[in-house]
């Protein structure tokens, strides 16, 4: 199945929230034991940059051999898994007729799953540093408010000894 073009069934939810069975094309560029890692073939344009930069157009007049009816579009943030029940029929072999094209699909693929992956690490990279943060800043308070509070029992201390000393003094002069 890998390479292969085919009309998948995906879930979608409609406008009222209630479930919808599309029926659309794939890209089936991975699978194990039955469920296939799918990138299902867009009609609309990528919006913004982020988007245009990892979509990939396929024009069926530069590609007539797909098989596909309009200007469609390969996405990878969309990429999503399917059984091999989900899917209806093949539509066309893209590894065998069109490798090159195959192998910008899968590079494009590879390269926004890196993205991902790596804004994850990223991510709990950062919320380590900020719980390491925030822990060696309670760690400095508490260790503020100990030294503080030794600080006052080293001067009362040293009051209490002076005022002894004075007594003493007083003591010895006195007899």
Known sequence: MLGKIVWMQLRAEGRDGSVIIKTRPGLIVGGTNGVYVAIPFS????????????????D????????????SWIKP???TFIYSGNVKDEISDMAR????LYRQAIKVSM???Q????????????VEKRQREQKARMKNRKTAGRNQSRKTEKEKGMKRSRQRERSNEWRGKTR
């Open 43 to 58: 009609s609309q344009m990528p919006h913004d940059k982020e988007d245009r930069k990892y979509a990939l157009c396929v």
């Open 97 to 100: 007729q069109y490798p090159e």
């Open 77 to 79: 943030q969309i990429q």
């Open 60 to 71: 069926p007049k530069e590609y007539p051999g797909l098989n596909l009816k309009r200007v």
């Open 115 to 126: 993205k991902m992956y790596m804004d994850s690490i990223r991510h709990v990279d950062n």
């Open 111 to 113: 390269s926004w799953n």
